[in-house]
């Protein structure tokens, strides 16, 4: 299982990034897969999830109504859409793998930064 993370960088406060994790060594379509991230100097927070076939999402309240996860199956590839983005959201926002549905997380990516300032 390989999960590769991308698309992070330096955005102004209210900027867009996407983010795209590619992934690799199963199949993807059949499991739900994340996004969490890490802020310097705090522990993991969950940020959002959706279901092996796209059909139901679900999102942190931190992040509700800014940030939109979705996935291309056949692609192999998840995607976060990130809008109006603001100083709390700096972070490695890690890709990874959801095996039972439920949030237990098996298998993650090395990260990818993110970076909000003007």
């Known amino acids: 299982v390989q999960l590769v993370e991308s698309g992070g960088g330096l955005v102004q406060p209210g900027g867009s990034l996407r983010l795209s994790c590619a992934a690799s060594?199963?199949?993807?379509?059949?499991?739900?897969i994340g996004w969490v991230r890490q802020a310097p100097g705090k522990g993991l927070e969950w940020v959002s999830d959706?279901?092996?076939?796209?059909?139901?999402?679900n999102y942190a309240d931190s992040v509700l109504g800014r940030f939109t996860i979705s996935r291309d199956n056949a692609k192999n590839t998840l995607y976060l859409q990130m809008n109006s983005l603001t100083p709390e959201d700096p972070a490695l926002y890690y890709c990874?793998?959801?095996?039972?549905?439920?949030?237990?997380?098996?298998?993650w990516g090395r990260g990818t930064q993110v970076t909000v300032s003007s």
């Open positions: 990874a793998r959801d095996f039972t549905g439920w949030g237990a997380y098996d298998h």
């Open positions: 060594g199963f199949t993807f379509s059949n499991l739900y």
């Open positions: 959706i279901s092996g076939g796209g059909g139901k999402a």
